[in-house]
């Protein structure tokens, strides 16, 4: 078991344990047996309805910055997996902060949550059993907020952290992102300067940004009319993508 399945475990009890801790204290002040077993209910329930809120602020916060997010699943019913976000800018310039704050989005929501819940604990005029909502958002607040890869991809702290410090990666998704922003503006894709295409740094080829600049490049030498670059990286698209996204 790695670190990061080590973390994301103990981030998962702590989090357990917090809402058992809420829910005696919801049976303490109200004395009710079928309050009690509701609390399951709600636990249930509020793992996918966190996710969406967490997601829901990756969108609300890239339209107010200029980007649109789609949602996307990779569950029907998500308890254990991830969700995500297709991001592509509406404006092609400061893509990068533009893509700062879309990331910050789903945590913020998360974050608002518990604040909420922390709030219903401590003020008597709010009941108590509001604070159950709190620790499945406060768990998507952790693990999205430490900087690091798990299996469903970079969480959004370590995103954060590539654009903060202009990592590599980050400036190939930005890369990206300004050529789609260019594209959906009306800039036919062989008018892109061909610096945003190939002027970059060596990144992983299992990265998304390397494997969506493929598809890019595969695009810009069609419309070139370069027939053999055009298949060349286009069979490399293909190759990726049953690779590392199939």
């Known amino acids: ?15 357990l344990l917090l809402f ?19 609390a399951i ?17 990756h969108c609300l916060f890239g339209l107010c910055s200029g980007i649109r997010a789609k949602i996307s699943f990779t569950s029907a019913l998500y308890f254990f997996k991830s969700s995500s976000c297709e991001v592509v800018p509406k404006k092609d310039n400061k893509v990068r902060a533009r893509y700062a704050v879309t990331c910050v989005g789903g945590l913020a929501l998360n974050l608002i949550v518990v604040i ?36 469903s991809g970079k969480t959004d702290g370590l995103v954060i952290h590539e654009l903060l410090i202009n990592e590599d990666c980050a400036k190939v998704a930005v890369a990206v992102l300004t050529i789609q922003a260019k594209v959906l503006a009306g800039t036919p894709i062989e008018k892109v300067d061909r610096s945003l295409f190939f002027d970059l740094p060596q990144i ?26 055009a298949h060349q990286y286009s ?6 993508k049953a690779d590392y996204l199939d």
């Open 41 to 57: 209910f709600i636990l249930i329930a509020s793992m996918p309805l966190s996710s969406l809120l967490h997601e829901a602020g």
């Open 20 to 38: 058992a801790g809420i829910d005696v204290l919801c049976w303490f002040e109200y004395q009710n047996f079928w309050l009690c077993w509701g």
């Open 204 to 229: 992983r080829e299992d990265d998304p940004a390397f494997i969506a600049l493929t598809g890019l490049r595969a695009d810009y030498f069609k419309a070139l009319g370069d027939t053999a670059k």
């Open 116 to 151: 909420f819940g922390i709030i219903a604990l401590l003020v008597r005029e709010v009941p108590t059993y509001l604070a159950l909502i709190a620790p499945s958002s406060l768990y998507l607040f952790l693990i999205n907020f430490i900087p690091w890869e798990t299996g």
């Open 1 to 15: 078991m790695n670190k990061v399945k080590v973390t994301d475990f103990c981030i998962w009890i702590a989090t």
């Open 235 to 240: 069979g490399r698209f293909e190759q990726l």
